[in-house]
């Protein structure tokens, strides 16, 4: 975690007013309390809710990668992002996507690791590109190319890119882990 504590504290369900109560209500479904994420964000309901928006089309079937896929990049862009709070909650999604805890070590080691066969090596490579250099490279795009098709490398771009912004997000407003989620030992400040 870059911060011990939030910058801008997530708010109480009962100190919502009606603009952030309804851009929080698809996240409160059944009575749930929104996540520190969530209720952060919150603070600019106009903002969550066209965030939300594209959230849901990175994280959804729209989305042409596979979710184990997915998880393999938004691992790889919270740990190179040094973003506590987003691989906490990512590697719980990710091992119920089928991610083993092995790979999640391996994600943090990178391509190079022999964890990894040739299409999820050029994920992390795409992911490390992005993240970088901000751009993919002609190497890793062709690479890219033999294993996915043209919309699941435009989802490649779009998976890093959102999860690079959230990653600035839960860093710079202090978000902290939800209740019972795990600080990876390797993204202690």
């Known amino acids: 975690m870059r911060l011990s ?3 801008i504290a997530p708010l109480a369900v009962a100190d919502l007013d009606d603009d952030q109560r309804e851009a929080l209500a698809t996240v409160m479904r059944d009575g749930r309390a929104p996540l ?3 209720a952060t964000l ?9 965030f939300l928006q594209w959230g849901d089309y990175v994280l959804s079937r729209r989305n042409n990668l596979p979710a184990r896929e997915r998880e393999i990049l ?7 992002c040094k973003s506590g709070y987003e691989f906490a909650q990512h590697k719980v999604i990710g091992l ?3 991610l083993k805890e092995h790979d999640i070590e391996a994600i943090k080691e990178g391509a190079s690791s022999i964890n990894w066969n040739p299409a999820e090596a050029s994920l992390l490579r795409a992911a490390d590109e992005l993240v970088f250099e901000h751009c993919i490279s002609d190497a890793t795009w062709a690479d890219l190319t033999h294993h996915f098709d ?3 490398c435009m989802d490649v771009v779009f998976t890093t890119g959102q999860y690079t912004q959230v990653s600035m997000m839960l860093n710079s407003f202090g978000v902290q882990l939800d209740p019972g989620l795990t600080l990876d ?3 202690k400040a």
């Open 5 to 7: 504590q939030p910058r």
């Open 185 to 187: 030992p390797d993204l």
């Open 36 to 38: 520190n994420i969530f």
């Open 96 to 98: 119920r996507e089928g």
């Open 42 to 50: 919150a603070h600019a309901p106009k903002a969550l809710t066209r």
């Open 74 to 80: 938004i691992l790889r862009v919270g740990f190179l």
């Open 150 to 152: 043209q919309k699941q």
